[in-house]
C-alpha cells in the first residue's frame, strides 16, 4: 500500500493567490482528516470527513478555507485568498474508521509558504 | 481547556536509558483511545502505540510501553534502552466520540526527546 499521498510536498505562493491542496487516502479507509501544524499552535484538526460526508469543520479558520471530497480517493483543501499567516505544514491522513484501535495513517504533508 | 497536556516542552536522554514522556488528557467520556506518534526532523508522523480506555493491560510495542492510569488521566509513553534514532517529537493524542457514533483525534503540544550519546 503506497500510504496516504499529499501533493504537492512543498508550495511557496504570494499573498492573495490561490492555493490548492490534494490528498489521496489509503483505499478502503472511510475516514479522512486535514490537520494544519505550526510551531505556536500544535497540530490542530481542520475538517474531518466520513464517508466523504464533512462530519466536524469546526477546526476550519475562516471563509477563506474550503475542503471537498467528491469521491473515496481524493480531497482537496483550498485556501483563497491566502494569506501570510497561513504559512504551516498541512497534513492529510485517513484511517478506517472502525473500530476503536484504528490509528490516524498520515500523509508526508505540504509545507506551504505564503510570502 | 486544554484536552491533551503534555509539560514537558523538551528532554535530554542519555543513549540506553529509558525515558518516559508524560500525558495528562481531560475527558468525561468512558470510551476513548489514547495514542502516541512520532515525528522525526523528516517531518512524518509515524503512529507507536495506542491503549483504549477499557484495556486492562498496558500496551506494549517493542521498546514502546504505555503507562496507563485512568484514575489519574495519565498516559505516559516509556522507551526503553534509548537510541539515537528516538531523537524526536513526540505527541500524545485523544480519539473521543463527538456524535453520531463519529470520532475525532486531539493532539498535544508535543515533547522534543533528544537522546545523547
Known amino acids: 500500500d503506497a500510504g496516504v499521498i499529499q501533493s504537492p510536498r512543498h508550495e511557496v505562493t504570494e499573498m492573495g493567490q490561490e492555493v490548492t491542496l490534494r490528498c489521496k487516502p489509503i483505499?478502503?479507509?472511510?475516514?479522512l482528516f486535514w490537520y494544519r501544524q505550526t510551531m505556536m499552535r500544535g497540530l490542530e484538526l481542520l475538517i474531518y470527513?466520513?464517508?466523504?460526508?464533512?462530519?466536524?469543520d469546526s477546526g476550519m479558520p475562516e471563509d477563506r478555507f474550503s475542503a471537498k471530497m467528491p469521491n473515496a480517493s481524493f480531497s482537496t483543501l483550498k485556501i483563497q485568498p491566502s494569506e501570510p499567516r497561513d504559512s504551516a505544514v498541512y497534513f492529510c491522513?485517513?484511517?478506517?474508521?472502525?473500530?476503536?484501535?484504528?490509528?490516524?495513517?498520515f500523509g508526508n504533508g505540504t509545507r506551504l509558504t505564503v510570502t | 481547556a486544554q484536552k491533551i497536556t503534555q509539560t514537558q516542552p523538551g528532554m535530554f536522554v542519555q543513549e540506553k536509558e529509558a525515558v518516559t514522556l508524560d500525558c495528562t488528557y481531560d475527558?468525561?467520556?468512558?470510551?476513548?483511545?489514547l495514542f502516541w506518534y512520532k515525528q522525526p526532523s523528516s517531518g512524518e508522523m509515524i503512529f507507536l502505540i495506542y491503549?483504549?480506555?477499557?484495556?486492562?493491560q498496558n500496551a506494549t510495542e517493542g521498546r514502546y510501553s504505555l503507562n496507563f492510569q485512568k484514575a489519574r488521566k495519565s498516559a505516559n509513553l516509556v522507551i526503553s534502552a534509548s537510541q539515537l534514532g528516538d531523537s524526536a517529537m513526540y505527541f500524545c493524542?485523544?480519539?473521543?466520540?463527538?456524535?453520531?457514533?463519529?470520532?475525532?483525534?486531539?493532539f498535544g503540544t508535543g515533547t522534543r526527546l533528544t537522546i545523547i550519546p
Open positions: 491522513a485517513s484511517n478506517p474508521g472502525q473500530g476503536d484501535n484504528s490509528p490516524l495513517h
Open positions: 483505499s478502503g479507509h472511510n475516514s
Open positions: 470527513f466520513n464517508n466523504n460526508v464533512p462530519i466536524d
Open positions: 475527558t468525561s467520556d468512558q470510551s476513548y483511545g
Open positions: 491503549q483504549g480506555s477499557y484495556d486492562e
Open positions: 493524542a485523544m480519539r473521543e466520540p463527538i456524535e453520531s457514533g463519529n470520532e475525532k483525534l486531539t
